[in-house]
Protein backbone atom coordinates (compact mmCIF):
# COMPACT_ATOMS: atom_id res chain seq x y z
CA UNK A 1 0.00 0.00 0.00
CA UNK A 2 1.31 3.51 -0.74
CA UNK A 3 0.44 6.77 0.39
CA UNK A 4 -0.85 9.49 -1.38
CA UNK A 5 2.83 11.16 -1.17
CA UNK A 6 4.54 7.89 -2.90
CA UNK A 7 1.86 7.49 -5.40
CA UNK A 8 2.40 11.52 -6.79
CA UNK A 9 6.68 11.09 -6.57
CA UNK A 10 5.92 7.77 -8.86
CA UNK A 11 5.95 7.80 -12.86
CA UNK A 12 2.18 7.23 -13.05
CA UNK A 13 -0.41 8.74 -14.99
CA UNK A 14 -0.94 12.68 -14.47
CA UNK A 15 -4.44 12.06 -13.75
CA UNK A 16 -3.57 9.84 -10.81
CA UNK A 17 -0.84 12.14 -9.15
CA UNK A 18 -3.15 15.00 -9.41
CA UNK A 19 -6.25 12.69 -7.63
CA UNK A 20 -3.06 11.94 -4.94
CA UNK A 21 -2.33 15.72 -4.46
CA UNK A 22 -6.42 16.56 -4.16
CA UNK A 23 -7.31 13.96 -1.46
CA UNK A 24 -3.88 14.80 0.50
CA UNK A 25 -5.01 18.59 0.42
CA UNK A 26 -8.55 17.31 1.65
CA UNK A 27 -6.78 14.83 4.48
CA UNK A 28 -5.13 17.16 5.65
CA UNK A 29 -7.80 19.83 5.72
CA UNK A 30 -9.07 20.84 9.54
CA UNK A 31 -12.75 20.01 8.59
CA UNK A 32 -12.17 16.56 7.03
CA UNK A 33 -12.50 14.56 10.24
CA UNK A 34 -15.64 13.49 9.86
CA UNK A 35 -14.87 12.37 6.40
CA UNK A 36 -11.74 10.53 6.99
CA UNK A 37 -13.47 6.75 7.81
CA UNK A 38 -17.10 5.37 7.04
CA UNK A 39 -19.88 6.35 9.28
CA UNK A 40 -20.55 3.97 12.48
CA UNK A 41 -24.09 4.64 12.67
CA UNK A 42 -24.51 3.09 16.36
CA UNK A 43 -20.83 4.70 17.69
CA UNK A 44 -22.02 8.11 16.13
CA UNK A 45 -25.97 7.70 17.31
CA UNK A 46 -27.60 7.76 13.88
CA UNK A 47 -28.93 4.73 13.16
CA UNK A 48 -31.49 5.71 10.32
CA UNK A 49 -28.01 6.27 8.82
CA UNK A 50 -28.07 3.90 6.12
CA UNK A 51 -31.59 4.15 5.21
CA UNK A 52 -31.21 7.64 3.87
CA UNK A 53 -27.54 7.48 2.90
CA UNK A 54 -27.79 3.91 -0.05
CA UNK A 55 -23.80 4.49 -0.96
CA UNK A 56 -21.92 5.25 1.70
CA UNK A 57 -18.45 6.78 0.91
CA UNK A 58 -15.19 8.58 3.00
CA UNK A 59 -12.44 10.23 2.19
CA UNK A 60 -10.43 6.81 3.73
CA UNK A 61 -12.02 4.56 1.10
CA UNK A 62 -11.37 6.96 -1.66
CA UNK A 63 -7.61 6.69 -0.03
CA UNK A 64 -7.22 3.00 -0.39
CA UNK A 65 -8.93 2.98 -3.63
CA UNK A 66 -6.16 5.62 -4.98
CA UNK A 67 -3.27 3.56 -3.47
CA UNK A 68 -4.51 0.35 -4.61
CA UNK A 69 -4.91 1.42 -7.85
CA UNK A 70 -8.32 0.19 -7.96
CA UNK A 71 -9.53 3.22 -9.85
CA UNK A 72 -8.55 3.65 -13.49
CA UNK A 73 -9.42 6.72 -14.33
CA UNK A 74 -10.00 10.07 -12.60
CA UNK A 75 -14.28 10.27 -13.27
CA UNK A 76 -13.99 7.53 -10.41
CA UNK A 77 -11.49 9.23 -7.79
CA UNK A 78 -13.84 12.25 -8.57
CA UNK A 79 -17.17 10.31 -8.51
CA UNK A 80 -16.46 9.41 -5.01
CA UNK A 81 -14.89 12.33 -3.49
CA UNK A 82 -18.46 14.24 -4.71
CA UNK A 83 -20.70 11.70 -3.00
CA UNK A 84 -18.44 11.55 0.45
CA UNK A 85 -19.49 15.01 0.35
CA UNK A 86 -23.24 14.71 -1.01
CA UNK A 87 -23.79 12.30 1.25
CA UNK A 88 -23.02 14.62 4.44
CA UNK A 89 -25.64 17.04 2.68
CA UNK A 90 -28.10 14.97 2.09
CA UNK A 91 -28.02 13.49 5.55
CA UNK A 92 -27.42 16.85 7.35
CA UNK A 93 -29.85 19.70 7.27
CA UNK A 94 -28.29 22.93 5.96
CA UNK A 95 -26.55 24.98 8.91
CA UNK A 96 -25.78 21.37 10.88
CA UNK A 97 -21.37 21.19 11.21
CA UNK A 98 -21.06 18.92 9.34
CA UNK A 99 -23.53 20.07 6.20
CA UNK A 100 -21.68 23.09 6.59
CA UNK A 101 -17.71 21.15 6.57
CA UNK A 102 -19.20 18.96 3.83
CA UNK A 103 -19.64 22.42 1.79
CA UNK A 104 -16.52 24.09 2.78
CA UNK A 105 -14.54 20.51 2.00
CA UNK A 106 -16.98 20.75 -1.69
CA UNK A 107 -16.00 24.52 -2.68
CA UNK A 108 -11.88 23.59 -1.79
CA UNK A 109 -11.92 20.48 -4.14
CA UNK A 110 -13.70 22.21 -6.98
CA UNK A 111 -11.61 24.21 -6.63
CA UNK A 112 -8.74 22.09 -6.60
CA UNK A 113 -9.93 19.87 -9.53
CA UNK A 114 -10.17 22.73 -11.69
CA UNK A 115 -7.12 23.63 -11.13
CA UNK A 116 -5.98 20.01 -12.22
CA UNK A 117 -7.87 19.31 -14.59
CA UNK A 118 -6.45 22.32 -16.27
CA UNK A 119 -2.94 20.58 -16.09
CA UNK A 120 -4.86 17.32 -17.63
CA UNK A 121 -5.36 18.93 -20.72
Known amino acids: ?9 RS ?8 AKAILKLW ?5 WPFLKPV ?4 EGVPNYLEVVKYPMDFGTVRTRLEN ?5 EVQFVADVQ ?3 SNAMEFNPQGHWA ?3 AM ?5 FDALWIESSLRLE
Open 1 to 9: VRSPEQVAA
Open 12 to 19: VPTWRKEC
Open 28 to 32: RHKHS
Open 40 to 43: DPIR
Open 69 to 73: ETYTS
Open 83 to 85: LTL
Open 99 to 101: YDQ
Open 104 to 108: ELKVL
